[in-house]
């Protein structure tokens, strides 16, 4: 197999950029010539908790920072181009999480090879996320209003009652945090019902409990399906899940709505 030039970077937890003090979380992989930019992260942080004790280390912000930075390589792929694209990359990055400067090496098969370098540098059980629905038009608007400061990414809220932990890629104010989620349904009547269940539960508690037991927060939903055809039986699941959704006020945004809720969300957004 024909091997061509690669580039790695170690991900490490960094709390305080003053004492140098670090652990690898993750390791990054850019192959130019295959098109290839991914990364792989330790799956929980335990090792984040050994450097400087558990109480000291913020789940959720550093979750968070995992998988906005998993998201990047994702929706941006097709941005790194040249060394230089990727090394601008890991020169900007100036949260808890920091890439060291590139190394070369070979790369034969870039997603195989990523897999080797991180259980040679990092080891142990990555974390395999699941593949997450990418709207163009909702990810563009919400691009723009995070560099005005109007919106946030990749967010992290507790929702009450039940404590589990929510993440959705785009948040903003108006009123209250609006909490964008794109979310793929199942076809199948069951899983889909279930989901939407979930997602009705989380919402309602969510608007009536608010976030961080003061701030009000109203979940919206984008419903995404599985496959492009709308046969009958299909057509009666998204409209259970839609009926379901709203019953218990959350906000539902159909894919053909998607584009006006985008420019919608452009002028409400503060």
Do not use: W
């Not at 937890?13 to 990054?28: I, K, M, Q, Y």
């Not at 919400?142 to 400061?149: D, T, V």
């Not at 309602?204 to 995404?224: E, S, Y």
């Amino acid at each position: 197999m024909i091997s061509s030039k690669g580039y790695y970077s170690l991900i490490q937890f960094c709390p305080d950029r003053s004492r140098a003090e670090a652990v690898n979380l993750g390791v990054a992989l850019f192959c130019p010539s295959a098109k290839f930019v991914g990364a792989l992260f330790a799956n929980g942080n335990r090792r984040a908790a050994k450097l400087v004790g558990r109480e000291n280390v913020n789940g959720s912000a550093l979750n968070s920072a995992k998988r906005a930075m998993e998201r990047r390589f994702e929706v941006d792929r097709e941005r790194f181009e040249t060394l230089e694209d990727f090394q601008q990359f890991v020169d900007t990055r100036a949260n808890i999480l920091r890439l060291t400067q590139p190394r070369p090496v070979k790369v034969a098969n870039p997603q195989e090879d990523l897999e080797a370098l991180f259980g040679e540098l990092v080891g142990g059980t990555a974390h395999r996320a699941e593949p997450k629905p990418v709207i163009p038009a909702l990810e563009s608007v919400f691009r723009k209003l995070q560099a005005e400061g109007k919106a946030q990414l990749d967010v992290t809220v507790k929702v009450p009652v039940v404590g589990r932990s929510l993440h959705v890629p785009y948040a903003y104010q108006n009123g209250a945090l609006r909490l964008v989620l794109p979310h793929r349904f199942s076809q199948v009547e069951g899983p889909a019902v279930g989901a939407a269940m979930r997602l009705a539960l989380e919402g309602d508690l969510l608007h009536r409990h608010g976030f961080n037991q003061a701030q009000k927060a109203n979940l919206i939903i984008v419903p995404m399906f599985h496959g492009e055809h709308r046969a009958q039986e299909n057509g009666q699941v998204e409209d259970r899940v839609f009926s379901l959704l709203r019953e218990y006020k959350v906000e539902t945004v159909p894919a053909a709505e998607v584009n006006a809720f985008a420019q919608r969300v452009a002028l409400e957004a503060h």
